[in-house]
């Protein structure tokens, strides 16, 4: 089956040490994101790539990056995790062309990976 | 700014109970409405979506939802509900001219008893 795939699941590291969060998919989509969510709180987005071009939400800290070697892998890198960093770290995909709406919107539906948690000790 | 807010955080139902989730947006004009559900160790799955037209919308698993532009409101729904919809339901709101970013709410907790 065509799938959102993350790894690890859980994922644990020291404080300061950097860390590197994976996903890739069989679906074909060049739209790929990466979401955060910390406990009790909403799925927040980090950043996401179009094909190659990286789109970075403003308030995205600096310790986050993230690369995308091809269509179907992701990396998300925390280059100095500190405790606040702990959370689920998602990984969706889309594909821009998915349905055309009215007013010339499209919309690109987003499909979720089961995330991996990270504990930063 | 779009917001989301659900109001209940956790809630809990007997099983064959009927449900609804409440979901309130703030956006300055008709923006898209989502519904996810996350199981346990799984990703995010989309229940349904509104972007335009008949104000009900069908979705999976026996869901619905009513979108309320007088209440900016986007209340899930379920006549009956079964053991296995125990998730966290999340309320999202995407501006038509950006669908790539969705912006969530902090979700509801169902638990569902026998």
């Known amino acids: 089956d065509a799938m959102v795939i993350q790894n690890p699941r859980y994922q644990v590291t020291q404080f300061g040490k950097p860390v590197t969060l994976s996903c890739s998919q069989t679906l074909n989509h060049n739209v790929m994101y990466w979401y955060q969510q910390k406990s009790s709180q909403a799925p927040k987005l980090l950043f996401h790539y179009y094909d190659k071009d990286f789109n970075n939400e403003a308030d995205t800290p600096d310790n986050f990056q993230s690369r995308r070697p091809n269509t179907s892998f992701c990396f998300l890198d925390i280059r100095s995790p500190g405790l606040g960093d702990a959370a689920m770290y998602l990984c969706?995909?889309?594909?821009?062309?998915?349905?055309?709406?009215?007013?010339?919107?499209?919309?690109?539906?987003?499909?979720f990976g089961p995330g991996t948690r990270l504990t930063v000790l | 700014a779009q917001s989301v807010t659900q109001p209940d955080i956790h809630i809990t139902v007997s099983e064959g109970a009927s449900l609804e989730l409440r979901c309130n947006y703030s956006y300055g004009a008709t923006p898209y409405l989502f519904w996810y559900v996350q199981s346990p160790g799984q990703g995010l799955q989309l229940l349904l979506k509104y972007f335009s037209g008949d104000t009900l919308v069908q979705g999976i698993k026996g869901f619905e939802a009513e979108f309320k532009r007088s209440q900016s409101s986007f209340n899930l729904r379920k006549p009956s509900v079964h053991w296995s919809d125990a998730a966290e339901y999340f309320c999202a709101v995407g501006a038509p001219d950006n669908t790539d970013k969705l912006i969530f709410g902090t979700g509801t907790r169902l638990q569902v008893f026998p």
């Open positions: 969706a995909t889309s594909r821009d062309d998915t349905v055309w709406l009215a007013g010339g919107y499209s919309y690109n539906e987003q499909f």
